[in-house]
């Protein structure tokens, strides 16, 4: 017990990198993962056949694969970022495509009248998305969501096979430092499932105060 309460105040510390990461990924595959669904649901060629390319891809490629590619692909290019950029990068695009897919189902469901309803009073398309369109399909998109945000909190741990310091990271090291791997990495498994249990019970309660939930 003594060497979790020594290295607990580190390992809370990496728990924070892995929320950040995972805040930072998110947000990016949110904004993207966005955009590309309602475009692709409208038919708008180019990013239909992008989102297609883009969902077979991470249907058919590891996690794993994806961040080792890019983090030795980037310096044949020349461009030198640090492994906590790469994982940024790799968590981004690869659930980018999760979310963009959860995103077109929930716009297609939304009966045309209601999208019609928007364009015969003089709505922009833009307009329609941010006013009509989105707040009908978060209704049927933010549950999957939530899960999507956990698998990419739970991925995360991948970025320790590139050395990005996060909670998997720091776990490894304090284990092999202290030799009491069961400790370490059951503490690692508390704190995981902490984070995934806090998300969970805050987006439950924020569907019922928004009345998402059916």
Not at 132 to 139: D, F, H, K, N, Y
């Amino acid at each position: 017990m003594h060497v979790i309460i020594e290295n607990a105040p580190y390992l809370l510390k990496a728990a924070g990198n892995t929320l950040w990461l995972s805040a930072v990924s998110l947000s990016i595959s949110l904004a993207l993962g966005t955009a590309i669904g309602v475009l692709a649901a409208f038919r708008f060629w180019p990013i239909v056949i992008l989102n297609q390319i883009g969902v077979y891809s991470v249907r058919g490629i590891p996690l794993l694969v994806v961040l080792y590619f890019i983090y030795f692909s980037l310096p044949l290019i020349r461009i030198d970022i640090d492994p906590y950029s790469t994982a940024v990068i790799g968590l981004s695009l690869y659930f980018t495509f999760f979310i963009s897919e959860v995103v077109r189902g929930a716009v297609i469901a939304i009966p045309r009248g209601q999208i019609d309803a928007g364009k015969s009073i003089g709505l922009s398309f833009w307009a329609r998305v941010r006013l009509v369109i989105l707040p009908i399909a978060s209704r049927t998109a933010i549950p999957p969501l939530i899960n999507v945000a956990i698998i990419l909190i739970k991925g995360t741990s991948y970025a320790s096979v590139i050395s990005a310091w996060e909670l998997t990271t720091a776990s490894t090291e304090v284990a092999q430092r202290t030799i009491a791997p069961f400790q370490i990495y059951g503490f690692a498994l508390f704190l995981y499932f902490v984070i995934c249990f806090a998300l969970t019970s805050l987006a439950r309660s924020a569907e019922r105060r928004l009345g998402f939930q059916h």
